[in-house]
């Protein structure tokens, strides 16, 4: 029997209520479920706050997995680390998206970080991460280097003064998957990113999936790199995904792809940081350029 939740499609069978999260246009993955907590309907989005047999508890918007118990420090390090690293002192950082709060908590655990703001659109989501979903966030909205701004992220960007940041870390729905977010993947947005960065400022945003969605990625590598001098692609495979989610940064002047993996280790050393997935041997490993499948012509 299938039932259909707002956005959620949910099925029994194979012993259990499981559900069925689209991996592509035409493959879908099933995830047994444990248990489902809440769902609601935000001004924005529908979320679902659900545990999973295996993954733990999750969050899942328009039916996407977001985060997982399990697996999301894989994403959140991967998008975090390696341009806050790159650059040698970020100390005000600002955060587009990232409601559950762990991208907030990653930005956080940099002993240099004095100022971290993050802005979302959606106010109920973060509200609901407030209440739910500690075991993501880990208390970083009440840590006293944090400023949370309900806010489009667009809008909150036009307004800030030139050379206001060190580094942007954009954490947003994939851009195939939302209407909301998709301006913000755009040439013009980047160039606005650009203008509040410092001359040495460094940005870095989530891109989705470069195999299943590659003419959308294409699009957003394009457009960052015609913003940035310096750019860099890379991916990591997150199980709740079903896929290798791919990351790119831009920068006007540090270049992520050389640094080797001693000085990432020691970087790590030095600003006291406890990770669980990121180090120098997997920031080696991010240089290669992700996998595209080639274009139907």
């Known amino acids: 029997m299938t039932w259909v939740l707002g956005d959620f499609i949910l099925t029994s069978g194979y012993g259990g209520l499981m559900i069925i999260e689209p991996t592509s246009k035409s493959m879908s993955t099933l995830i047994k479920l444990r248990r489902l907590y809440v769902y609601t309907r935000t001004k924005y989005q529908e979320i679902m706050l659900v545990e999973f047999e295996e993954l733990g508890r999750g969050l899942v918007i328009d039916n996407y997995i977001q985060s997982t118990e399990s697996d999301e420090h894989i994403y959140h390090e991967s998008l975090v680390h390696p341009a806050l690293l790159t650059h040698p002192l970020p100390r005000k950082v600002l955060i587009i998206g990232g409601g559950e709060g762990a991208t907030l908590r990653e930005v956080l655990k940099h002993n240099c970080v004095e100022k971290a703001i993050m802005v979302d659109i959606d106010g ?5 991460a407030k209440k739910y979903l500690d075991v993501m966030h880990q208390g970083s909205f009440n840590d006293p280097r944090a400023e949370v701004i309900i806010m489009d992220g667009k809008e909150y960007v036009a307004k800030q ?21 998709k301006s913000l993947y755009s040439e013009e947005f980047y160039r606005e990113i650009y203008r509040i960065l410092k001359d040495d400022g460094i940005m870095v945003t989530q891109a989705g999936n470069s195999f299943f969605y590659n003419k959308v990625y294409e699009w957003v590598y394009s457009n960052v790199s015609k913003v940035f001098p310096i750019t860099m692609e890379y991916e990591a495979w997150v199980p709740s995904f079903g896929y290798s989610c791919n990351f790119i940064i831009g920068s006007k002047k540090y270049d992520p792809s050389r640094l080797d993996a001693d000085s990432i280790d020691k970087k790590i050393s030095e600003r006291s940081l406890k990770l669980r997935y990121y180090n120098g041997r997997v920031h080696v490993s991010y240089v290669y350029k992700p996998i595209t499948k080639p274009l139907k012509k």
């Open 124 to 128: 109920e989501l973060v509200e609901f």
């Open 161 to 181: 003064p030139d050379k206001s940041f060190d580094a942007v870390i954009i954490d947003l729905t994939d851009p195939y998957s939302s209407e909301i977010a």
